[in-house]
């Protein structure tokens, strides 16, 4: 059984830090892209970075470079998600999600085969 679990997410203030985690089980980790997504209320869900499954090459949406950065410890079956100087517009349901293209840094949800739960981040100005 596969499993996507995120935690860290939490309310902050405009300009604070925070991280997010997603930990993968029943997968060889390492066989996967992954990806972070996010969804704000009464939107859709939204790419925010990827990353292949070396860790050695990302992507990210415009909105957040410079801002995010997205790692991986393939030893811990761990993605992260590091997120500074947010903004209000940040304030979203953050999801993991892994891809079987794992040579790649996919946007698309489409690409992505597991999805987490979700974890919620509020950004308050």
């Known amino acids: 059984q596969v499993q996507l679990v995120e935690s860290g997410g939490g309310l902050v203030q405009a300009g604070d830090s925070l991280r997010l985690s997603c930990i993968l089980s029943g997968r060889t980790f390492s066989n996967y892209a992954m990806g972070w997504f996010r969804q704000a209320p009464g939107k859709e869900r939204g790419f925010v970075a990827a990353i292949n499954w070396s860790g050695s090459s990302t992507y990210y949406t415009d909105s957040v470079k410079g801002r995010f950065t997205i790692s991986r410890d393939n030893a811990k079956n761990t993605v992260y998600l590091q997120m500074n100087k947010m903004k209000p517009e940040d304030t979203a349901v953050y999801y993991c999600?892994?891809?079987?293209?794992?040579?790649?840094?996919?946007?698309?949800?489409?690409?992505?085969?597991?999805w987490g739960q979700g974890t919620q981040v509020t950004v308050s100005s």
């Open positions: 999600a892994a891809s079987t293209r794992s040579t790649m840094v996919p946007a698309m949800p489409a690409l992505y085969t597991y």
